[in-house]
C-alpha cells in the first residue's frame, strides 16, 4: 500500500511546487509611474519608491461591476489578478503570501487603493 501511494504524492508534491512560482502575466502598455499625492477619502496619500516594503493585512475581492480601468490603464479582467496600493509605485512586482499555507505568488501593483480610511 505504501509502495503504490508513494509515487502519486510524490506527483502531487510537485504539481504543488509549480503553482508557487507563477510569475505574472506581462502587461501590455505598461507606464512606470511613482505618482504625484492624492487625496482618497480625506486621507492623503504619498506614493514613493521603497527599498523593502513589507505588510500584513487581508485579500479581498472586488465585486464585478461596470467595466473600468485600473491606475495602470488595464482593464478589470475576471479571470486576472488585481493589487491595489495607495504608495507603490506603478507597476510594482510584489509577492503576496498566505500565512496559514505559506503559499504565494508574484503579482503586479496595477491599482490604487484601497480607498477605505
Request: proline share 10%.
Amino acid at each position: 500500500m505504501i509502495r503504490a501511494t508513494l509515487p502519486l504524492a510524490a506527483a502531487l508534491a510537485l504539481a504543488g511546487c509549480g503553482l508557487l512560482h507563477h510569475r505574472p502575466p506581462p502587461a501590455q502598455h505598461v507606464r512606470y509611474t511613482v505618482g504625484k499625492p492624492y487625496n482618497a477619502g480625506g486621507q492623503w496619500h504619498y506614493p514613493r519608491v521603497f527599498g523593502h516594503y513589507d505588510r500584513t493585512g487581508l485579500s479581498t475581492l472586488i465585486a464585478p461591476g461596470p467595466a473600468r480601468l485600473t491606475a495602470d490603464g488595464e482593464a478589470y479582467r475576471a479571470d486576472s489578478l488585481t493589487v491595489q496600493s495607495p504608495v507603490l509605485p506603478l507597476p510594482s512586482i510584489v509577492r503576496i503570501t498566505n500565512l496559514d499555507t505559506g503559499r504565494s505568488l508574484a503579482v503586479r501593483v496595477n491599482d490604487r487603493g484601497p480607498m477605505q480610511a
